[in-house]
Nanobody, 123 residues
Framework: QVQLVESGGGLVQAGGSLRLSCAASGLTFSSYAMAWFRQAPGKEREFVTASWSNGSTYYADSVKGRFTISRDNARNTVYLQMNSLKPDDTAVYSC?????????????????WGQGTQVTVSS
């Protein structure tokens, strides 16, 4: 049974930082593309960043230069370092596991999802 468990969310002031973690089990972690998505109230789920098994990484324009995805295959964990946070970054952040592909920014690329962790950025 595949499980993805996020942690690290919370309340932070604008300009602050948070580091999210997503611990995976039940899958060959190193073989999977891992991604972070977010969903704000009343909005659609939005791609944030992805990390492929070959080391390639991709970012949404809105977070480029502020967020960094990394993965530790030995620990079956993917991280999201978020710096210079803005109120617009407020959302539930979820990690996902799937396969690499040109549509890496689409939820349909990913088969497994975590429950999400809340990130709230105050102004």
């Amino acid at each position: 049974q595949v499980q993805l468990v996020e942690s690290g969310g919370g309340l932070v002031q604008a300009g602050g930082s948070l580091r999210l973690s997503c611990a995976a089990s039940g899958l060959t972690f190193s073989s999977y593309a891992m991604a972070w998505f977010r969903q704000a109230p009343g909005k659609e789920r939005e791609f944030v960043t992805a990390s492929w098994s070959n080391g390639s990484t991709y970012y949404a324009d809105s977070v480029k230069g502020r967020f960094t995805i990394s993965r530790d295959n030995a620990r079956n964990t993917v991280y999201l370092q978020m710096n210079s946070l803005k109120p617009d970054d407020t959302a539930v952040y979820s990690c996902a596991a799937g396969s690499s592909g040109a549509d890496y920014y689409k939820p349909r690329r990913y088969w497994y999802w975590g429950q999400g962790t809340q990130v709230t950025v105050s102004s």
